[in-house]
């Protein structure tokens, strides 16, 4: 079931269903890369719980009108209506007020929620229209979707994926630096309200596949994953799209093989497992690698105080540095020095009474700085200044250069 699931071939709505959720998912974390380089992520939560007493009115609205309830374009209108009353409320609380933006975000993210929650109570209890299924716009579901409710959503999240990508590079230059962007002439107030308005656009997209609370996780996690993987910008904004249509591609695949795991939660928690393969083994950033130069750095903080001890004649109490040591052939099991440990004993210590040179003379200040004890001094000097160096040594020494 499952392979048929991520092969497409659990029939025709179900593949749209999952084409959709992966299109979603490639928009959510592009989308989201410019959210968390302008340390604006919250935003996104006030959005998303904003939306909540829109889908609730437009339910109202279009049941008092003889309609439909449950449209699916008129509830998805509403929450976008709401949504953007939720956002511009965030920017004037933060702008016209003393209120920090996260106090604003959390006014406004409690207020549109607890509404939406009341509405929603009150739904329950109205005679006509059909309320069933509204709770699925809270956590997400795809149970019984329509073939038009899939391909709107579809439609609409590859339409919002192709804006994210058209307005990247403003979007960037705003995100880094809003001082230079706008003395290129862009107008970061403009940039920033396309953004929101991005932001805004995957929210309600998602909102029934993901839902309003977990969409917030669909637009965060994957540009932090990417993160860990590399320096550059353009890099992330791909590498988060990779990851956000991954997650959502094998979270509703998963939720279509197995109806009865919702989509929304499914897909986030596939996301995560995403973040925390990239938080152990990423090649830079991941935890194992940050554990293994710990280790390499240790090792040689080691093998270099066991130089030292071995060309001033002194013991060696320290059975990891003297078994560094042995492992190089530098020194013999009774710690005593073999002729190549003699000679790099002897180089350690030249090397260190010429750093000591080095950071007492206000003239090579700028080298001084790269004093850590295991940087060679050759890859900092010139040939001439070592020189220089040599001539103050107190005693003469055979210098050895590579």
Do not use: C
């Not at 009341?118 to 329950?124: E, G, S």
């Not at 005679?127 to 579901?141: C, K």
């Not at 309003?212 to 996690?221: D, E, K, Y």
């Not at 003379?361 to 220089?388: K, M, N």
């Amino acid at each position: 079931m499952i392979r048929d699931a991520l092969l497409f071939q659990l029939g025709y709505n179900a593949t749209l269903v999952t084409l959709g959720a992966m299109l979603l998912g490639m928009a959510a974390g592009v989308g989201g890369t410019f959210l968390f380089l302008r340390k604006r992520a919250l935003v996104s939560d006030a959005i998303s719980h904003a939306t909540l007493p829109g889908v609730g009115l437009a339910f109202m609205v279009m049941v008092a009108f003889g309609g439909d309830g449950r449209n699916l374009i008129g509830l998805l209108g509403g929450a976008a209506v709401s949504a953007a009353l939720g956002l511009l409320g965030v920017a004037w609380l933060a702008s016209r007020t003393r209120l920090a933006e996260d106090a604003a975000i959390g006014a406004v993210l409690s207020v549109f929620f607890g509404f939406g929650v009341v509405l929603l109570t009150m739904i329950q209890t109205m005679s006509a229209g059909q309320q069933a299924g509204l709770e699925g716009f809270l956590l997400g579901s795809t149970a019984g979707m329509l073939r038009s409710d899939a391909m709107i959503i579809a439609g609409a999240a590859a339409l919002t994926l192709g804006l994210v990508l058209a307005l990247r590079r403003p979007l960037t230059l705003a995100a880094f630096d809003p001082g230079f962007a706008a003395s290129t002439g862009l107008n970061v107030a403009r940039t920033d309200l396309a953004m929101m308005g991005l932001v805004l656009a995957v929210t309600v997209v998602g909102l029934k596949i993901v839902g309003l609370i977990l969409i917030v996780a669909l637009l965060i996690i994957p540009p932090v994953t990417a993160r860990f993987w590399t320096e550059r910008t353009d890099h992330v904004v791909v590498l988060s799209g990779v990851f956000g249509g991954g997650a959502a591609y094998l979270g509703a695949a998963f939720s279509a093989a197995l109806p009865d795991l919702p989509t929304g939660p499914i897909i986030v928690l596939v996301g995560f497992a995403i973040f925390a393969v990239s938080l152990l083994l990423a090649p830079q950033r991941g935890v194992l690698s940050a554990v293994l130069r710990h280790r390499m750095f240790q090792r040689r903080v080691h093998l270099r105080q066991g130089l030292l001890a071995l060309a001033q004649g002194q013991p060696i109490y320290e059975p990891l540095t003297l078994r560094l040591l042995r492992r190089e052939g530098l020194a013999l099991p009774d710690g005593v020095a073999t002729p190549a440990g003699r000679a790099r004993a002897g180089k350690a210590l030249l090397d260190e009474t010429r750093w000591q040179l080095v950071r007492q003379d206000p003239s090579f200040e700028a080298a001084a700085a790269h004093y850590d004890g295991l940087t060679p001094i050759e890859t900092v000097l010139t040939v001439d200044q070592l020189d220089e160096i040599d001539q103050r040594l107190p005693q003469p020494h055979e210098v050895s250069r590579p």
